[in-house]
Antibody, heavy 117, light 108 residues
Framework: EVQLVESGGGLGQPGGSLRLSCAASGFIFNNYVMRWVRQAPGKGLEWVSAISGGAESIHYGDSVKGRFTISRDNSENTVYLQMNSLRAEDTAIYYCTRAYNSVFDYWGQGTLVTVSS | EIVLTQSPGTLSLSPGERATLSCRAS???????LAWYQHKPGQAPRLLIYGASSRATGIPGRFSGSGSGTDFTLTISRLEPEDFAVYYCQQCGSSSCTFGQGTKLEIK
């Protein structure tokens, strides 16, 4: 059974940092692109970042480019999202997802990030 | 960046009725890259349709997808009480992905 479990959310200060983790199980982790998606309060879904199986290809949405860094540890079956220079508009539930071609086929339950002083 | 526009924003229907949700792309996209998701409060989004018309594993037959080019449709043939949720279309290109803004399907 595919499982994605996010952790690391919580309260962050404006201008501060948080690191999210996503522990994956139930599939051959290094065979899959992994992506982060977020949902701000009262808003829709927004793609944040993606990383290929071997980490050779990485992409970011315009709203987080230059501030967030995605990485993965295939020996630990874990993908990370380092979030720096946090802004109030980064407040959202962050979902870790597995990618199958263009599709987000499995989703974690999400972790809430709140940016506030 | 390809923009996906969903309509209507809110759809009010009764159980047993047919729901038709639209997703329009700002430029032509491959059908293979278009997917639909269902999202209920407090839950993770769930993949319904991929490749514009293929049902994901475990998705009931009342859900169907169609379309090509810039116009895509999600149809729910007979609404069940558990179908009332927010629905998103989504596409990925070579270096980015976008979601539509969502259609809220509510009980009339």
């Amino acid at each position: 059974e595919v499982q994605l479990v996010e952790s690391g959310g919580g309260l962050g200060q404006p201008g501060g940092s948080l690191r999210l983790s996503c522990a994956a199980s139930g599939f051959i982790f290094n065979n899959y692109v992994m992506r982060w998606v977020r949902q701000a309060p009262g808003k829709g879904l927004e793609w944040v970042s993606a990383i290929s199986g071997g980490a050779e290809s990485i992409h970011y949405g315009d709203s987080v480019k230059g501030r967030f860094t995605i990485s993965r540890d295939n020996s630990e079956n874990t993908v990370y999202l380092q979030m720096n220079s946090l802004r109030a508009e980064d407040t959202a539930i962050y979902y870790c997802t597995r990618a199958y071609n263009s599709v987000f086929d499995y989703w974690g339950q999400g972790t809430l990030v709140t940016v506030s002083s | 960046e390809i923009v996906l526009t969903q309509s209507p924003g809110t759809l009010s229907l009764s159980p047993g009725e047919r729901a038709t949700l639209s997703c329009r792309a700002s430029q032509s996209i491959s059908s293979s890259s278009l997917a639909w998701y269902q999202h209920k409060p407090g839950q993770a989004p769930r993949l319904l349709i991929y490749g514009a018309s293929s049902r994901a594993t475990g998705i009931p037959g009342r859900f169907s997808g169609s379309g090509s080019g810039t116009d895509f449709t999600l149809t729910i043939s007979r609404l069940e009480p558990e179908d009332f949720a927010v629905y998103y279309c989504q596409q990925c290109g070579s270096s980015s992905c976008t979601f539509g803004q969502g259609t809220k399907l509510e009980i009339k």
